[in-house]
């Protein structure tokens, strides 16, 4: 059975940092095959695409209003994707989570298969 499991969120106070982990396990493929993503979903709003990385892993692709703030990375021998969350801001708060996909994904969640139940991130202003 595949899982993904997020973790590092909380509360931070605008300005700051946190950094999100996600471990996959039970994919039956080498975790390095699949594109990743992150997605959020603030209270009252539809979930949406944060950033993502190829299985390749060769570059990076953001939703506008994080770039120059957020960084997705990956570590293809632990399993797991980050996400580096820099300078964040209230309208940042949201569920945070995780999505994979067999050598491909791009930005709308259909796209992936396999999907975390999330972390949530709080920023005070």
């Known amino acids: 059975q595949v899982q993904l499991v997020e973790s590092g969120g909380g509360l931070v106070q605008a300005g700051g940092s946190l950094r999100l982990s996600c471990v996959a396990s039970g994919l039956t493929l080498s975790f390095s095959s699949y594109g990743l993503a992150w997605f959020r979903q603030a209270p009252g709003k539809e979930r949406e695409f944060v950033g993502g990385?190829?299985?390749?892993?060769?570059?990076?692709f953001y939703e506008d209003s994080v770039k120059g703030r957020f960084t997705i990375s990956r570590d293809d021998a632990r399993n797991t994707v980050y996400l580096q969350m820099n300078n964040v801001k209230p309208e940042d708060t949201a569920v945070y989570y995780c999505?994979?996909?067999?050598?491909?994904?791009?930005?709308?969640?259909?796209?992936?298969?396999?999907r975390g139940q999330g972390t949530q991130v709080t920023v005070s202003s």
């Open positions: 999505a994979a996909n067999f050598l491909s994904g791009g930005a709308k969640e259909s796209n992936y298969r396999f």
């Open positions: 990385i190829p299985w390749n892993g060769r570059t990076t």
